[in-house]
């Protein structure tokens, strides 16, 4: 997904897959979970993915406030995310009925400081039983509060004060223990204009400059960092909304960020078309004083991380676009969800919220090979690249990788100068074709690769009307 093992190309470039719709996932359609509905989490757990989002609230009014309770809503997957059920929780009482699948009410009238609940399956190694989720709620002043549960569906007050209190940190954010840095991981919502120390003194009224990302970490979720604005190399700033960033879950070390990017002062339908989609009609936002929904587009953008205050976005271009349906063309449809499922041995599932705050508001599944997020891409002519020195440790060189009928691929292992190693050069390698995750790589030798474990190596591959997304050691 970036250039951190290449060191050589020639005739082939890093290649961005765009991810296929795959149908509505679940449809916001209940009293509870209408409207601005959305900004969603989904977490493997065993044989069940589960699904948190926010209900609510509806838009009515002459300025089309948001009025009406908003809820932190539930639903799971028996099947990796394919399909998704509403189950009746019996937990909060809507209209004389417990027949919903509402956690709670966010605020006074329900569970307090859960503005933005995050939840995260905590993976940091001891972590008792009772407090294997944890969650993240709460907005600015009062800042957040962490919360804890040991099934997912019944949640307590982790802390009764304020565990992180800097910065804006609204919107939705992103919280993991990374087995990388081994320590708490915070991604958050911030302004460019605005030291994230800073914004508790400024005040939300006086945010300034671009919508963008700041980190902090913890080794216990009780100390923290200074807050740290996140760079992104040389590449333009853009109001990226939120962030979803998280450890992919075949490769821990490198984060996988999907923002909802923010264009203001844009639009695509015309009035007719808001007023058929009934479309809430513009209103004022306190923070930035930039017109609401219909003067604002949004989209789903890519981009990693491998730790520290750096983001690497080697594709600027849209993941995924608004696209044909036109619903898509209003401000905030396009925020993914936090979290990439694997839906299939050769499936990853990605979900993004459709048609926001309108009567047919959704969460879209998306489809995408595993591994697919990008890959090094060869035409027809062919070309080559070669890594940078590195160390391994397994036996077998395997692929994620696939050719046409007419492509191929081979493989070459050199020595840290580039010298071809005898039993495992380009001659003597096998030409792999086909298509396969899991492709091994192999010479006339063998495929072996024991005794050059711990000796620094490079690899050279020679491509032709081919792809590989990816490449590991067993």
């Known amino acids: 997904m970036d250039h951190f093992l290449v060191d050589r190309m020639e005739g082939v470039s890093l290649q961005r897959h765009a991810p296929h719709y795959a ?20 977490i493997a757990d065993g044989e069940v993915a589960r699904m948190y989002y926010r209900g609510g609230p509806t838009f009515t009014g002459p300025k089309e406030a948001a009025v009406g309770a908003t809820y932190v809503c539930y639903a799971e997957s028996r099947d990796r995310g394919r399909t998704w059920v509403k189950p009746s929780l019996g937990l909060t009482e809507i209209d004389g009925s417990t027949a919903n699948n509402v956690l709670f009410t966010v605020g006074p009238a329900g569970l307090p400081d859960t503005e933005n609940f995050t939840p995260f399956h905590d993976a940091r190694p001891g972590v008792p039983t009772a407090e294997r989720f944890k969650a993240f709620g709460g907005q600015w002043p009062a800042g957040r509060f962490l919360f804890v549960s040991a099934d997912g569906l019944h949640w307590r007050k982790g802390s009764a004060r304020p565990i992180f209190e800097h910065g804006a940190f609204g919107a939705q954010n992103s919280i993991f223990w990374s087995e990388l840095e081994q320590c708490y991981v915070l991604y958050g919502f911030v302004y460019s204009g ?94 930035t004083g930039e017109q609401g929904v219909r003067e604002q587009l949004t989209d789903t953008v890519l981009m ?34 936090t979290g990439i499922l694997s839906s299939g041995p050769t499936e990853l599932s990605i979900f993004v919220g459709h048609h926001y705050v309108q009567p047919t508001g959704s969460l879209a599944r998306y489809t995408l090979r595993l591994d697919g997020f990008a890959s090094m891409h060869a035409d027809y002519v062919g070309g080559e690249w070669t890594t940078k020195p590195f160390t391994m440790s397994g036996s077998h060189l395997v692929l994620n990788a696939a050719t046409s009928a007419a492509g191929s691929i081979l493989v070459e292992v050199q020595t840290d100068a580039g010298e071809p190693i005898p039993g495992f050069t380009l001659r003597e390698g096998r030409l792999l074709v086909g298509d396969s995750v899991e492709m091994l790589v192999d010479w006339e030798t063998g495929r072996d690769l024991f005794a050059l474990q711990g000796r620094p190596i490079r690899l050279r591959f020679v491509m032709k009307d081919a792809d590989i997304f990816a490449l590991r050691f067993l």
């Open 304 to 337: 990693t991380s491998r730790g520290g205050d750096r983001y690497d976005r080697t594709f600027m271009e849209s993941w995924i676009r608004p696209g044909l349906d036109r619903g898509n063309w209003v401000s905030r449809s396009g925020a993914a969800a």
């Open 194 to 287: 605005v030291a994230p120390v800073d914004y508790d003194r400024v005040g939300k009224g006086k945010a300034a400059g671009y919508r963008t990302i700041a980190r902090v970490t913890s080794p216990d979720l009780v100390h923290w960092s200074e807050p740290r604005r996140m760079s992104f190399g040389a590449t333009p700033m853009e109001h990226l909304y939120t962030n979803h960033t998280q450890p992919y879950f075949r490769a821990p070390h490198l984060y996988v960020a999907t923002p909802m990017r923010f264009v203001p002062g844009r639009r695509f339908l015309t009035e007719e078309e808001f007023a058929a989609q009934q479309v809430p009609t513009a209103y004022l936002d306190a923070a």
């Open 23 to 42: 149908g509505v996932a679940l449809a916001f359609d209940d009293p509870w979970d209408r409207g601005a509905s959305g900004f969603a989490t989904v």
